[in-house]
T-cell receptor
Framework: GQQLNQSPQSMFIQEGEDVSMNCTSSSIFNTWLWYKQDPGEGPVLLIALYKAGELTSNGRLTAQFGTTRKDSFLNISASIPSDVGIYFCAGQKDSNYQLIWGAGTKLIIKP | NADVMQNPRHLVRRRGQEARLRCSPMKGHSHVYWYRQLPEEGLKFMVYLQKENIIDESGMPKERFSAEFPKEGPSILRIQQVVRGDSAAYFC???????????FGPGTRLLVL
């Protein structure tokens, strides 16, 4: 089945550093969603984007809906230990409830 | 996410047994989705249900898997005659309508021995 291309697969960063990750697709999506999943838990919605070019923030997180509608970016500023986890992008096409998921970016913070 | 309830959180079954996974959606939500997640992968859509109706089961294997969302009670994902390849995390999500944000439960981790 279709999947989004999410990169990087994993990131090792120092506390306080900024983090960037992205998702790309060969087809257009009308909604982009970013979720975080902690070990043993379900995905938690971080940011939802509904318009091409939209830039939305949630605390230290900022996400953008690419102008081509085929990509999205998530930035985390000044990372802290609780940011550790797996971040997933998910896309949704117009009038379709199915979420198409990326494979995730694992964020690891070096002590 | 605590409002979307799933149980059990962990389920161990031997090959050939049946697995029954339950999902209670968020209050006010009548749309339920089931997804499967293999290790190191994203979620894969399985089935979409509304009360008493299966809307889309295109992601569900044709055999051994079934889902229901009765008028009363939780949604059930049933896997008959489980095989080792069924081992995965199964997540339920709910939404108010078919195009609104989906909120996920904590998942059921199924291990088939």
């Amino acid at each position: 089945g279709q999947q989004l291309n999410q990169s990087p697969q994993s990131m090792f960063i120092q506390e306080g550093e900024d983090v960037s990750m992205n998702c790309t697709s060969s087809s257009i999506f009308n909604t982009w969603l970013w979720y975080k999943q902690d070990p043993g838990e379900g995905p938690v919605l971080l940011i939802a984007l509904y318009k091409a070019g939209e830039l939305t923030s949630n605390g230290r997180l900022t996400a953008q809906f690419g102008t081509t509608r085929k990509d999205s970016f998530l930035n985390i500023s000044a990372s802290i230990p609780s940011d550790v986890g797996i971040y997933f992008c998910a896309g949704q096409k117009d009038s379709n409830y199915q979420l198409i998921w990326g494979a995730g970016t694992k964020l690891i913070i070096k002590p | 996410n605590a409002d979307v309830m799933q149980n059990p959180r962990h389920l161990v079954r031997r090959r050939g047994q049946e697995a029954r996974l339950r999902c209670s959606p968020m209050k006010g939500h009548s749309h339920v989705y089931w997804y499967r997640q293999l290790p190191e992968e994203g979620l894969k859509f399985m089935v979409y249900l509304q009360k008493e109706n299966i809307i889309d089961e295109s992601g569900m294997p044709k055999e051994r898997f079934s889902a229901e969302f009765p008028k009363e009670g939780p949604s059930i994902l049933r896997i008959q005659q489980v095989v080792r390849g069924d081992s995965a995390a199964y997540f339920c999500a709910s939404s108010r309508s078919g195009l609104e944000t989906q909120y996920f439960g904590p998942g059921t981790r199924l291990l088939v021995l």
